[in-house]
């Protein structure tokens, strides 16, 4: 019983731990987007699978599911593809839906204005998700150690009001 607890309570801190640097993946691969945007004048569904293929791996599932519903054709635009993606990657992450709005927002921005104007969105995006980061790692700061030393606690006070 105390272990099972001490895992939730581990669980629970992990979670605490990964939405920052989450986060910051999301911030670098909306930088690398931004560069493709402006500098490369690629066009989106490109633009997403390059981003996919550089960034770190927790953020790459987003920007590769997106790319390839962009990719296949059917007639989609830029808007359903990032919600369809951002469906496939919300669940597998430790992100808050303050950041999934975040991510919302923008993809309703993306494929429908000039470069100019999408750089604006992205630069948006990007501030923020800095100030999701800082909040969340003052989150983490405060919480990890709480739910570690809980969830072992919580156990053994459960061991022991049943004996």
Known sequence: MVMASGFCGLSVAGNYQRRPREL????????????????GATFLPEALKQ??????????????EAAAELS????????????????????????????LAVLHNLGASLGISDREDQIKHLHLAMEQIESET??????????????????????????????
């Open 24 to 39: 910051r993946s999301l911030r670098a691969a909306l930088q690398m987007l931004e560069t493709e945007v402006s500098y």
């Open 51 to 64: 981003v996919s293929g550089r960034c770190d791996q927790s953020a790459a599932v987003l920007f590769r």
């Open 72 to 99: 296949t054709m059917s007639g989609v635009t830029a808007a359903e593809a990032w919600d369809k993606a951002l469906r496939k990657y919300y669940p597998g992450t430790a992100l808050k839906p303050g950041d």
């Open 134 to 163: 800082v909040g969340a790692e003052d989150e983490s700061v405060r919480n990890v150690k709480l739910w570690r030393y809980l969830g072992f606690i919580g156990g053994l006070l459960v061991v022991l009001l049943f004996y």
